[in-house]
């Protein structure tokens, strides 16, 4: 590779990348700003149960690209991969179509249609997800490799564009509510078709244009079918492919039978999601990164290495538990206890977290800029401290919104542009977070792993979105609910600060309308109102931040070089 090449920008197979996931980011986020509202207000579930399904469907989605990666490395390669995730999801999205059609007349129907779509969605996104960031990190020879920081984070404004995207377009048309504030609940079919027809746009890019872009320098055709002799772009002395011995799969499965045993009987509830969702994911993290140290060809630099990305992975888990608050309870405030006039207009309650993908497209070029500026002055933070960064921002952003809904009481209403400083501030936190964590895989993680690596890593986006599921069941009663409860003749506070005991004529009068008798619990401690669920992720992500800023010295050692 020649000097000049080296110097050379970004390669067009980038922006073609970025484009492809531009669309399918459309599909997931604007499906993601309708999911729980149309659970709860078509398939009339609560909001608790709304909020795990919300954090099984994204853990699982964050799950699958262990099995997508595995599948692309040794069987179809990216590129089939990709056309079959994207073929997958936009077939998920119009059977959500399908369900949010029938469900007035048929509900039972409706229920399984929108469990069969989910289904579709979390594989189909599992063939996609982990082959497309796989293949941005292919792109660059190792020469060029201190350009993927700024590389994911183009990447990762692609991602955002298509979020903002669809948080405009799909709220706009599906989260419809007339004058006096009456929701249709008619309307979110058209939200999850303009999904689909994003996620066939999306795959159709792809298809035309990867064979002329998407490249090596020397032209030779990125993620196609495995060969099983490849001579890619390897360190010197570094071997080209994984050996796990029939002793280590074997140990791996028992492991994982034990782990999820061991979460199952923990978890309390009958929520199948909460009892058998969560420890799947749970287990298979724990599991697959035992599996992964147990290949006997790992050099010490490389499992030290490897443990850098686990336990910075582990970290990251409390923030997309905070930051993925953003599809459940987040929307759940916004819809019940907001004044979202914007501008003398009223936002639809999905439409609000759309400045996280807006902030993003403004921000996400500025920081790849920072990050540029401070390498070339040679002060450029390591990756970890860069993620610590953004776990204590997002703390600084919900420690904000706490205290401003401390003396809302029961009717007062959070405005929102409280709502939108805590996007802008849990944005810039992505910045220091998400991108730069994908970038480290790129360059910590031995090769011979490719896109099954990047699967590893979106474990921990599995197990954090698991983890907000739960920490998003926790919202206690909203404004919405007191008013509600006043309709049918009971005081709904009163009810939880047991001064009263309900009949069991009001305890199902409450229950059919979906209002809990009592204050949600967590980690044995009660949560009363909405500064004590805020606090909730102050104290998770600020302990987490200071951690990670003091053990950031010992990574650094074990990264050997890599910044």
Not at 288 to 314: C, H, N, P
Request: glycine content about 10%; hydrophobic content about 50%; charged content about 15%.
């Amino acid at each position: 590779m020649s000097e000049t090449a080296v110097k050379q920008g970004h390669p067009k197979g980038l922006w073609v990348l970025f484009g492809t996931e531009m669309w399918e980011r459309f599909n997931f986020y604007g499906m993601r700003a309708l999911l729980t509202l149309f659970l709860v207000n078509s398939l009339m579930m609560k909001e608790a149960d709304a909020s795990l399904i919300y954090g099984g469907f994204l853990g699982l989605c964050y799950l699958t690209p262990l099995l997508g990666g595995f599948i692309a490395d040794r069987f179809f390669g990216n590129r089939n991969c990709i056309m079959l995730g994207g073929m997958m999801m936009a077939v998920g999205q119009l059977l959500l179509f399908a369900s949010a059609s029938v469900f007035s007349t048929n509900l039972s129907l409706a229920t399984t249609l929108m469990w069969s779509a989910l289904g579709i969605i979390i594989f189909g996104n599992g063939f996609f997800k982990p082959n497309i960031s796989s293949m941005v990190g292919s792109l660059y020879p190792k020469q060029e490799k201190t350009k993927l920081d700024t590389a994911f984070t183009i990447f990762y404004m692609g991602i955002n564009i298509g979020a903002f995207l669809g948080q405009f377009i799909c709220p706009f048309v599906g989260d419809v509510k007339d004058s006096g504030g009456i929701r249709d609940i008619h309307a979110f079919k058209w939200g999850f078709l303009a999904a689909a027809l994003a996620m066939l746009i999306g795959t159709a890019v792809f298809y035309f244009l990867k064979n002329k872009y998407v490249v090596t320098p020397e032209g030779k055709p990125i993620g196609g079918m495995p060969s099983g002799h490849e001579t890619g772009d390897y360190e010197e002395g570094e071997s080209q492919k994984a050996h796990f011995t029939p002793m280590s799969l074997g140990l791996a499965v028992l492991a994982f039978l034990g782990l999820f045993a061991a979460f199952h009987f923990l978890t309390e509830g009958d929520n199948v999601v909460k009892t058998i969702i969560y420890p799947i994911i749970y287990a298979s993290g724990i599991t697959l990164a035992g599996l992964i140290l147990s290949d006997k060809t790992l050099t010490k630099i490389e499992t030290q290495r490897i443990w850098v990305i686990y336990i910075v992975s582990f970290f990251v888990i409390f923030f997309w538990a905070a930051f993925e608050q953003a599809g459940s309870s987040l929307t759940f405030i916004a819809d019940n206890q907001t004044d979202r006039n914007f501008f003398g207009w009223n936002m639809p309650p999905s439409m609000v977290q759309i400045f996280n993908g807006l902030f993003v497209v403004m921000f996400a070029v500025p920081f790849s800029m920072l990050w540029d500026k401070l390498r070339a002055n040679n002060s450029e933070p390591t990756s970890p401290f860069k993620q610590a960064m953004g776990l204590m921002l997002i703390a600084i952003s919900y420690f904000i919104i706490a205290h401003n809904v401390k003396d809302l009481g029961n009717n007062g209403l959070l405005a929102i542009y409280w709502l939108i400083l805590l996007y802008l501030i849990q944005t810039f936190g992505e910045l220091c977070l998400s991108p730069i964590g994908l970038s480290l895989v790129g360059k910590l993680a031995p090769k011979r792993f490719a896109s099954l690596a990047y699967g590893v890593f979106f474990i921990s986006n599995a197990a954090g979105y698991a983890l907000s599921g739960t920490l998003g069941s926790i919202l206690p009663a909203t404004g919405d609910k007191f008013k509600k409860a006043e309709e049918l003749g009971i005081n709904l506070q009163d009810v939880l600060d047991k001064k009263i005991v309900p009949t069991e004529a009001q305890l199902k009068l409450l229950s059919d309308n979906q209002i809990s008798a009592e204050n949600p619990v967590f980690a044995g401690f009660e949560i009363h109102n909405l500064y004590e669920f805020f606090m909730v992720f102050v104290v998770l992500c600020g302990i987490a931040s200071i951690i990670l800023f003091l053990i950031t010295p010992i990574l650094k050692k074990m990264m050997h070089g890599v910044k």
